[in-house]
């Protein structure tokens, strides 16, 4: 009698799904994000839509902002999502769970580095500019990834139109409620990562919920799998 050989298991799907790896690193980019606009001179290093904004109030003279900060941001960011398209052209074809993977491992190293540079060096000249560029960078190459994974509706650090599909596929819309439940989710979880990185931020200075984000980024990239 022939013994039945025992299914193999697809090694794509061992890990957490990339919509809870997506949506725990969009809790990352509130984080981000509230480190960087209160505490690194209102700027933003990971949602580049307000970056785009603050620099046009920069560039008219409005006070609070700077144009070289902004500028930064915006550059660093740049450089991360062509590092990033650079790892999806070698990687992309190949195993989705090992690209996300190494993508989340550089990220958790840079934000990691940012809080070791936080901490040492809080109030030197260039502790600014070195936390805006690291952060922009790992935000830039993250962005990448998350765009060629291309998991609808996450793209975990944009959510204007997150907000749009919630309210045209809503009752009031269409009443299709089409993925409303990851909408949902992502709203919260920006909102929630924003909260709890303002606190952090008054509290605790910058170096706390830079090693905080850095961890949860560290936690994604031993976890994640290839499947949405």
């Given amino acids: 009698m022939t013994t039945p050989t025992p299914p193999v298991r697809d090694p794509e799907k061992r890990g957490l799904r990339l919509v809870t790896v997506l949506l725990s690193l969009t809790v990352v980019s509130g984080l981000i994000d509230a480190v960087s606009y209160l505490g690194l001179g209102r700027v933003f290093t990971a949602n580049m839509t307000g970056n785009v904004v603050v620099l046009?109030?920069?560039?008219?003279?409005?006070?609070?902002?700077?144009?070289?900060?902004?500028?930064?941001?915006l550059v660093c960011f740049l450089l991360g999502a062509v590092t990033g398209g650079r790892v999806a052209a070698r990687h992309g074809s190949g195993s989705r769970r090992r690209w996300a993977r190494l993508t989340l491992?550089?990220?958790?190293?840079?934000?990691?580095?940012?809080?070791?540079?936080?901490?040492?060096?809080?109030?030197?000249?260039?502790?600014?500019?070195?936390?805006?560029?690291?952060?922009?960078?790992?935000?830039?190459?993250?962005?990448?990834?998350?765009?060629?994974?291309?998991?609808?509706?996450?793209?975990?650090?944009?959510?204007?139109?997150?907000l749009t599909g919630l309210a045209a596929e809503s009752r009031l819309g269409d009443g299709t409620g089409h993925r409303s439940p990851r909408r949902t989710a992502s709203v919260l979880a920006m909102a929630g990562g924003a909260c709890l990185g303002a606190w952090l931020v008054l509290h605790h200075g910058l170096d706390v919920p830079l090693l905080f984000a850095a961890l949860v980024s560290g936690a994604m990239a031993v976890v994640a799998s290839g499947r949405e």
């Fill in 56 to 73: 046009g109030f920069a560039a008219a003279g409005a006070p609070g902002f700077s144009v070289p900060h902004t500028a930064a941001s």
């Fill in 105 to 162: 491992a550089a990220e958790a190293v840079l934000v990691g580095a940012c809080a070791a540079v936080a901490f040492a060096w809080p109030d030197a000249a260039g502790t600014r500019y070195a936390l805006i560029a690291l952060t922009a960078y790992a935000m830039g190459l993250r962005n990448a990834t998350v765009r060629r994974l291309g998991v609808p509706d996450l793209t975990t650090t944009v959510l204007t139109m997150t």
